[in-house]
T-cell receptor
Framework: GQQVMQIPQYQHVQEGEDFTTYCNSSTTLSNIQWYKQRPGGHPVFLIQLVKSGEVKKQKRLTFQFGEAKKNSSLHITATQTTDVGTYFC?????????????FGRGTQLTVWP | NAGVTQTPKFQVLKTGQSMTLQCAQDMNHEYMSWYRQDPGMGLRLIHYSVGAGITDQGEVPNGYNVSRSTTEDFPLRLLSAAPSQTSVYFCASIDPGRGTDTQYFGPGTRLTVL
């Protein structure tokens, strides 16, 4: 079955440093999504990538989808304390049912002021 | 719109007890899902539904039952609770009309099985 691996599991940075989390799938994906979960909260949708090689930006966040549609990354420039939380990638295998997503284990980001 | 609502927020069960976790959405979404979240494990799909009367199994369906009699409601039943089912449970709905798999999550139910 499909597996989605995400690294690192934890990342501690000082405010102002950059942060990157990586996601790799064992199978080709139809799309990949990124979610953020604040401590004690629920996952909140950030973005979806669909096209091979796609790059999208949201202010200080940059999302990439690999050419083979098997890997993705989220990069945060100049982290702020408001970026604290766990970031998850989630992918749907090509040809599978809409909504059948496989989540990575997440990267827990801590930002020191 | 209230979005996706879940009740209860917290629950403690004894081994062998049964209970139903409630999930409702008022966005008229056809697709709904149940996930469990365990420390360091991310979210794992338990069951999902593509519309009223249609359900299917996800990654970890054992010990759980679902039904979907209406578009709005998607309850999750624990048949005989076990300590391994201690987890945080999230319900989510999807609006495929937006052309994405965007999942709208509820606030979660924190379940402890003693």
């Amino acid at each position: 079955g499909q597996q989605v691996m995400q690294i690192p599991q934890y990342q501690h940075v000082q405010e102002g440093e950059d942060f990157t989390t990586y996601c790799n799938s064992s199978t080709t994906l139809s799309n990949i999504q990124w979610y953020k979960q604040r401590p004690g909260g629920h996952p909140v949708f950030l973005i979806q990538l669909v096209k091979s090689g796609e790059v999208k930006k949201q202010k200080r966040l940059t999302f990439q989808f690999g050419e083979a549609k098997k890997n993705s990354s989220l990069h945060i420039t100049a982290t702020q304390t408001t970026d604290v939380g766990t970031y998850f990638c989630a992918g749907r295998e090509r040809g599978s049912t809409l909504g059948r997503l496989y989540f990575g284990r997440g990267t827990q980001l801590t930002v020191w002021p | 719109n209230a979005g996706v609502t879940q009740t209860p927020k917290f629950q403690v069960l004894k081994t062998g007890q049964s209970m139903t976790l409630q999930c409702a959405q008022d966005m008229n979404h056809e697709y709904m899902s149940w996930y469990r979240q365990d420390p360091g494990m991310g979210l794992r799909l338990i069951h999902y539904s593509v519309g009223a009367g249609i359900t299917d199994q996800g990654e970890v369906p054992n010990g759980y039952n679902v039904s979907r009699s209406t578009t709005e409601d998607f309850p999750l039943r624990l048949l005989s609770a076990a300590p391994s089912q201690t987890s945080v449970y999230f319900c989510a709905s999807i609006d495929p009309g937006r052309g994405t798999d965007t999942q709208y999550f509820g606030p979660g139910t924190r379940l402890t099985v003693l």
